[in-house]
């Protein structure tokens, strides 16, 4: 399987959007999120994390605390085999609103893109293992860990994009 590189997803995930009305942005399947939703989850969870890696750039030196298993065997599957599942609860703070405003949830994405971009030409290499913020599902995450998260986490969400535009 082919992993996704962090600067393919502003055009893996805006790009089946670019041109398209409003309408093809809210149009979802009843019970699903539409594409405005799903960038929006997408937008607060990159934006989020890049937001608490520039909170802690000047901390000292952090370790990884111990993993479960069951982030051990999510790191595996995810991070490693590059297979995003499915059917998994997000967590409420990654959650979309019902109907977000398609320009804010747009600018939210590429600003926080843009963020991610800017921390790792600013702390890396020299902060690549010693630098973490906590994932949810998978622990405590260094800065190359999280591009490679979200490249994944992007590409599994752009498939249900290409889905609701082509249905």
Do not use: N
């Amino acid at each position: 399987m082919r992993t996704t590189a962090f600067t393919d997803v502003p055009q893996l995930v805006l790009g089946p959007l670019a041109g398209r009305p409003d309408a093809d942005w809210h149009r979802a399947p009843p019970g699903k999120w539409s594409p405005a939703q799903i960038v929006q989850h997408l937008a607060i969870g990159i934006d989020g994390s890049a937001r608490t890696f520039e909170s802690r750039r000047a901390h000292a030196p952090m370790r990884r605390r111990p993993r479960t298993v069951r982030e051990r065997l999510a790191y595996l599957v995810i991070l490693q085999l590059g297979w995003y599942p499915t059917g998994f609860q997000s967590p409420a703070a990654v959650l979309p609103v019902e109907r977000p405003d398609r320009a804010a949830v747009e600018r939210q994405f590429r600003e926080g893109l843009a963020r991610f971009l800017a921390l790792e030409r600013e702390l890396l290499p020299a902060r690549a293992r010693d630098l973490f913020v906590k994932h949810p599902r998978l622990g405590d995450l260094t800065l190359p860990e999280w591009l490679r998260f979200h490249a994944a986490h992007c590409a599994h969400h752009a498939k249900q994009i290409r889905e609701r535009l082509a249905g």
